[in-house]
T-cell receptor, first 114, second 116 residues
């Protein structure tokens, strides 16, 4: 079974600075999808960014970008120009090709210091 | 478009009582999921529906948890009898179905259960 590991329970960053959240996963599959979800205190999960494993180019969405290292099974999230609204729990998630369910990591709580 | 609706948002019960949670997915989303999120942990899939059929319920404690999705739209998750360890946020999510699995899940705000 696939597993997702987020080794940083908590991270903090100064407003306007850059922070990187780590994620590693274990799989024997070659085709899959990786996601970062944000969960603010209101508890509604919001998709931040998605990466297809067959794509070598790293995904970007405005201030959010990923560093996808397929051989190392690593999928980190970089948040540039951090804003107070970025404070939340961030979850890394994995989905197999053709499967429908997401497998989540344990989460990283991100604090933004003004 | 309207999001995934869940109710109630909060519920406090005593152990051995029963509770039910309701979810209304985004219109047209064939796939519906119930996840359990214990405090400090990532969500864990309890059950997945494709229309009104069950696709995956391998992690559903079937001796006390049940779920149904009548007519392939709304869904209800029930716990009877509740245990202390059932205290968690129950998240409902829905998605369009694609063969590749590239579709994105949209989550509801969750139902927080406290069992005393």
């Amino acid at each position: 079974a696939q597993t997702v590991t987020q080794s940083q329970p908590e991270m903090s960053v100064q407003e306007a600075e850059t922070v990187t959240l780590s994620c590693t996963y274990d799989t024997s599959e070659s085709d899959y999808y990786l996601f970062w979800y944000k969960q603010p205190p209101s508890r509604q999960m919001i998709l931040v960014i998605r990466q297809e494993a067959y794509k070598q180019q790293n995904a970007t969405e405005n201030r959010f970008s990923v560093n996808f290292q397929k051989a190392a099974k690593s999928f980190s999230l970089k948040i540039s120009d951090s804003q107070l609204g970025d404070a939340a729990m961030y979850f890394c998630a994995y989905r197999s090709q053709g499967a429908q369910k997401l497998v989540f990591g344990q989460g990283t709580r991100l604090t933004i210091n003004p | 478009e309207a999001g995934v609706a869940q109710s109630p948002r909060y519920k406090i019960i005593e152990k051995r009582q029963s509770v039910a949670f309701w979810c209304n997915p985004i219109s047209g989303h064939a796939t519906l999921y119930w996840y359990q999120q214990i405090l400090g942990q990532g969500p864990k899939l309890l059950i997945q529906f494709q229309n009104n059929g069950v696709v995956d319920d391998s992690q559903l404690p079937k001796d006390r948890f049940s779920a149904e999705r009548l007519k392939g739209v709304d869904s209800t998750l029930k716990i009877q009898p509740a245990k202390l360890e059932d205290s968690a946020v129950y998240l409902c999510a829905s998605s369009l179905w694609t063969a590749s699995g590239a579709n994105v899940l949209t989550f509801g705000a969750g139902s927080r259960l406290t069992v005393l």
